[in-house]
């Protein structure tokens, strides 16, 4: 199995960027596709983005679509989110999940992922 592992998350002031970071441990991303999701207090957890690891095909929710751009790192088997433009709709607890291996098509529901990461905290002051 493989064990998805968050950092970069913090405090940033709205209007500013952050990166997180995905790592792999125990396996590698290799051939599976890797989402970002998060949760607010008060909210559900909702899709913000997905890479498939085998060809790079990226697809972003609506909310982000144009601030947030998620890549990978083949070399580091990691994977980013790069989150610019943040605004206090924002600031919540970032997940990133890995689906099982072979998995086709980039995932927007949680239970097509098998692999969770703890979450790491974005905060947004004004």
């Known amino acids: 199995q493989v064990q998805p592992v968050e950092s970069g998350g913090g405090l940033v002031q709205a209007g500013g960027s952050l990166r997180l970071s995905c790592a792999a441990s125990g396996r590698t991303f290799s051939s599976r596709a890797l989402g970002w999701f998060r949760r607010a207090p008060g909210k559900e957890r909702e899709f913000v983005a997905a890479i498939n690891w085998s060809d790079s095909s990226t697809y972003l929710a609506d909310s982000v679509k144009g601030r947030f751009t998620i890549s990978r790192d083949n070399a580091k088997n990691t994977v980013h989110l790069q989150m610019n433009s943040l605004t206090p709709d924002d600031p919540a607890v970032y997940y990133c999940?890995?689906?099982?291996?072979?998995?086709?098509?980039?995932?927007?529901?949680?239970?097509?992922?098998?692999?969770w990461g703890q979450g790491t905290q974005v905060t947004v002051s004004s």
């Open positions: 999940a890995a689906s099982s291996i072979g998995s086709r098509g980039l995932g927007t529901i949680s239970g097509w992922y098998t692999y």
